[in-house]
């Protein structure tokens, strides 16, 4: 299929680093053979102003001949997306949502906009396929282009990404009680015991920088445990399902991981991945499993086998193409599904 993806590219404004969302949205596609093409909303916005960028996308949708189109959404919108509910109704563009643990009420009323609108949340999905018709379940997986489980595990209990303040409390108390380690934005704070202050992640010297994707996944390549927290939202209040929870599969690392609702619909606690239910409760476990390298090595190969076997991109793609009904290409039929 011919296929566009309207995602961001520049990881944190970075011109060097890429978006995770990015390469979701185009090296699993490409290696299942389809046609990628992409358009940075972003970017133009930022070159081009909101309202040229509008213009230019819709001209690219209408004139491109694409199958079925993706749009990265964020809940604050670089271009006008109502622009795009004429064009939904003879091209399939399908809404992807990143976030709606606790942005669904804005990326709702977006829903109109699009041919199709993905969550990757059971219970919203449950709750609102009623009311919008054209609300579809799907879930984040893991790419594979970073896989190196077999390299040696000179780190023994990591976080890597974005400590933010929700965040930076948690990873302080397991630093101190079981020797974590954080690697990416805020993370120097913790290593230095430093509480998080609002406004610091913007002082990059004291806090330290964000690592890109790369990195982070060569931080799971190399840790023997992964400290894997599962709450989302602007204050960390909501349990959810990460996409880190995925993205780190084949590592080789053991997840140890908030035992979040849903989670064993993906993996089995205490068999391919280990929970926990208060911080101690992490100290502890982390503290025995380092101790126990075969049980250690046991989690982690079934977590690796079980992401091998079932939650790959290339998997949710095939079975999302055949929710919409893509795979057999009858366009007409796809848009009349949507439509009700």
């Given amino acids: 299929m011919r296929i566009l993806s309207i995602v961001r590219k520049r990881y944190y404004g970075s011109s060097r680093a890429i978006e995770p969302m990015y390469l979701?949205?185009?090296?699993?596609?490409?290696?299942?053979?389809?046609?990628?093409?992409?358009?940075?909303?972003?970017?133009?916005?930022?070159?081009?102003?909101?309202?040229?960028?509008?213009?230019?996308?819709?001209?690219?949708?209408?004139?491109?001949?694409?199958?079925?189109?993706?749009?990265?959404?964020?809940?604050?919108?670089?271009?006008?997306?109502?622009?795009?509910?004429?064009?939904?109704?003879?091209?399939?563009?399908?809404?992807?949502?990143?976030?709606?643990?606790?942005?669904?009420?804005?990326?709702?009323k977006l829903a109109s906009h699009f041919t199709f609108m993905v969550t990757t949340y059971r219970q919203i999905y449950a709750e609102n396929r009623q009311k919008y018709s054209n609300l579809v379940l799907s879930q984040w997986g893991c790419l594979?282009?970073?896989?190196?489980?077999?390299?040696?595990?000179?780190?023994?209990?990591?976080?890597?990404?974005?400590?933010?303040?929700?965040?930076?409390?948690?990873?302080r108390f397991l630093k101190r009680h079981a020797g974590l380690m954080c690697f990416g934005r805020?993370?120097?704070?913790?290593?230095?015991?430093?509480?998080?202050?609002?406004?610091?992640?913007?002082?990059s010297w004291l806090s330290g920088p964000a690592i890109d994707f790369s990195q982070i996944n060569e931080v799971w390549n190399r840790s023997r445990i992964s400290y894997t927290p599962m709450r989302g939202g602007p204050n960390g209040q909501v349990l959810s399902i990460k996409s880190r929870t995925f993205d780190m599969g084949l590592s080789g690392t053991l997840m140890l991981c908030e035992a979040s609702p849903g989670l064993?619909?993906?993996?089995?606690?205490?068999?391919?991945?280990?929970?926990?239910?208060?911080?101690?409760?992490?100290?502890?476990?982390?503290?025995?499993?380092?101790?126990?390298?075969?049980?250690?090595?046991r989690v982690a190969h079934q977590y690796r086998q079980r992401t091998l076997m079932e939650h790959l991109w290339t998997h949710r793609f095939r079975k999302l193409f055949l929710d919409l009904g893509l795979c057999a290409r009858k366009k007409t039929a796809v848009l009349a599904k949507a439509r009700g």
């Fill in 24 to 108: 979701y949205f185009t090296q699993p596609l490409r290696e299942m053979g389809h046609d990628v093409t992409t358009f940075d909303h972003y970017e133009n916005n930022r070159t081009l102003g909101r309202e040229a960028s509008t213009r230019a996308l819709a001209q690219k949708i209408s004139e491109g001949g694409f199958d079925v189109v993706f749009y990265q959404t964020s809940g604050r919108e670089p271009i006008e997306t109502a622009a795009l509910s004429d064009l939904s109704r003879r091209v399939c563009i399908v809404a992807w949502n990143s976030d709606d643990d606790w942005q669904w009420e804005t990326t709702r």
């Fill in 144 to 171: 594979g282009m970073f896989d190196e489980w077999h390299r040696p595990k000179d780190i023994d209990f990591s976080f890597a990404g974005a400590v933010y303040g929700s965040r930076s409390g948690p990873c």
């Fill in 186 to 203: 805020g993370a120097r704070l913790v290593n230095l015991g430093l509480p998080y202050v609002r406004g610091v992640l913007k002082v």
């Fill in 264 to 297: 064993d619909e993906y993996y089995e606690a205490g068999r391919e991945c280990i929970t926990f239910e208060s911080l101690e409760d992490c100290a502890e476990k982390a503290k025995w499993y380092l101790a126990h390298e075969s049980e250690r090595q």
